[in-house]
């Protein structure tokens, strides 16, 4: 399934989410991270790690010739039609920077890369959080269920999100959690208040996002 990408920020494919780099271990060296942009992110990773071999997916045909210049392979088109043509049993860590949320079936795009994984492969992931107080407060109190051109209401995703539902999609296709914590915090008062009124049963909504590790439960 293929969305309407052309309405998007001037930087959507050119993020280089720093915040993500402590996720991937520094001795892995064979990546692959689906949705690549421009390759920025992957183009850092390889940067750090000599000898190593960073490929790419990215739907978007410009921003997968660009990512082209600068990892050491990149295949344009959907993740879905391109899984077929990776190798089997080849890459230590596949990365999706918020990009499962754009699928239509996240769960069986995770069903199939596990057989392209090497022993001991990794998924890392940033999803968006549905929950953030933001939304929770616009669709609970205001009654509104808006479509953005970006962001967790952004109209070209087709899945939504919490901290739970991450992780039961990953168990569910047979991969341990290694770790799940939220990322890129709001700086407002208004979820610290909110948790002390409810007691800390809110304490996932502060999160714009959640970061998964899991390995493939052989």
Not at 79 to 108: A, G, R, T
Request: some cysteine; overall charge neutral; charged content about 25%.
């Amino acid at each position: 399934m293929h969305q309407n990408l052309e309405v998007k920020p001037e930087d959507y494919y050119t993020l280089s989410r720093p915040e993500m780099m402590k996720y991937i271990p520094k001795e892995s060296k064979v990546i692959l991270e689906v949705g690549c942009g421009q390759g920025n992110f992957a183009y850092a990773l390889k940067q750090q790690r000599q000898e190593s071999e960073v490929w790419g997916i990215e739907l978007a045909e410009d921003e997968a010739a660009e990512a082209a210049q600068k990892l050491d392979k990149v295949l344009s088109g959907s993740v879905e039609s391109q899984i077929p043509k990776l190798p089997d049993n080849h890459f230590e860590v596949v990365i999706f920077n918020d990009v499962l949320e754009h699928l239509l079936d996240p769960y069986s795009v995770l069903q199939q890369l596990k057989s392209k994984l090497k022993p001991g492969g990794i998924v890392v992931s940033s999803i968006p959080n549905i929950r953030y107080f933001r939304n929770l407060f616009d669709f609970v109190w205001r009654k509104n269920w808006d479509y953005t051109d970006n962001g967790i209401m952004d109209k070209t995703h087709f899945r939504f999100f919490t901290v739970k539902s991450i992780r039961k999609m990953y168990e569910g296709q047979g991969y341990n959690v290694l770790q799940h914590e939220g990322i890129n915090a709001t700086k407002s008062i208004k979820p610290l208040l909110f948790n002390i009124l409810f007691l800390g049963r809110f304490s996932d909504i502060k999160y714009l996002q959640f970061a998964t590790v899991a390995q493939f439960a052989e």
